[in-house]
C-alpha cells in the first residue's frame, strides 16, 4: 500500500538510525517470551532459547524481531509490568549487544514497559489495544520518534472470541483503525510511522478473519502502512483440519502469499522461511516482474 518516496521508513532511537525497506514484504519475526503461548507452548520461554530463535529469524531474512512478554492468547490474563520486564530484560541486553541484529519490536501495551524497551534496544511498539489499555503509549512512541503498530481489538484478549459480533466487520474494523490512528497522529505521531493490523483472530471467528483477509485493501484507511498477522492462526487450522499451531505454517504461508497480493506490506510469522518464499513468490506475480527486490537475510 507504500509506494514511490514512502518505500523506505527511516526512523532514529537514542542516537542509532533504522531503515525498513517496504519496497518489498517486511517480515517481522516472532519471539514469544511466555510459559503458555498458544503457538509453541514456552519453548522459547527461557532467554537462551529465545535467542536462539532470534538467531534464526534473523539468518532466514527477518526484517524485524518482534519480543511479547506477555500472552495474549483468546481467554488470557494480564501479566504485570514487573514479571514482563523480568522476561524481556535478558533477552534485550544481548540483542541489543548482538552485532548486526534487526529492529527490534516490543509487543507492550503499557507505557512504562515501552519505554523501559525502547532505552533497552527496542525501537518499535506493537501495541494490540492500540492505545485503548494505557494512552500514554502514544506520548512514548512521539517522544522516541519511533513506529507504533496499532492493531484492532474486540474487546481483551479474556474475552474477545466469546460470540464476537460485528453489522459490518470491515467497516467497522476500518473505523476503528482510522479514529486510533488519528489519536496517535494529534499525540504527535508523524502518519509515515503509523502501521495499522486488523487483528484478525482478536474478537473475529473464523468467517470474519476470512473477510477480512479477502478485503484487506478495504480495512485499512488510505495512505497508512499495513499488518497482517495471520502466523498459526486457529481459523487456518479450521481450515486444515490441524489442531496443533506448529502445524499450521504451510497454510499461514499460503494466507500470507494472498495478504501480500491483497497489499499488505508487512507479515508477522512464527517461522520466518516458508512465509517468506511465498511472499517473494506473491509479490512478483503482483508486479507481474521477476524484478523484484532482494531479500538477503539483515
Known sequence: MVCGSDKLLSWSCLGRKYQLDFSRTVVMGIIN???????????FFSPEKALELADRHIAEGADLLDLGPETTRPGSLPTNLDE???RLNPVLSSLNKKEGCPPISIDANLSLIAEKALNSGASIINDIYAGRKDPKIFEVAA????????????GEPRTMQIEP??????SEVRDFLNERAQIAMDAGIPKERIIL????????????NLILLNRFPE?????FRSLMALSRKAFLGRITGYTEAKKRDQATAAANAIAVLKGADMIRVHNVAPSLDAC??????K???????PHEPF
Open 219 to 223: 480495512c485499512i484507511p488510505e495512505g
Open 280 to 285: 517473494q513468490v506473491a509479490l512478483a506475480t
Open 84 to 86: 514482563q520486564w523480568r
Open 165 to 170: 459480533h460485528y453489522d459490518d466487520v470491515v
Open 197 to 208: 493490523d486488523p487483528g484478525l483472530g482478536f474478537g473475529k471467528n473464523a468467517d470474519h
Open 287 to 293: 508486479m507481474e516482474s521477476l524484478n523484484v527486490a
Open 33 to 43: 517470551i511466555t510459559p503458555d503461548s498458544f503457538s509453541d507452548g514456552g519453548l
Open 143 to 154: 517522544s522516541y520518534g519511533v513506529p507504533i503498530i496499532l492493531m484492532h481489538m474486540l
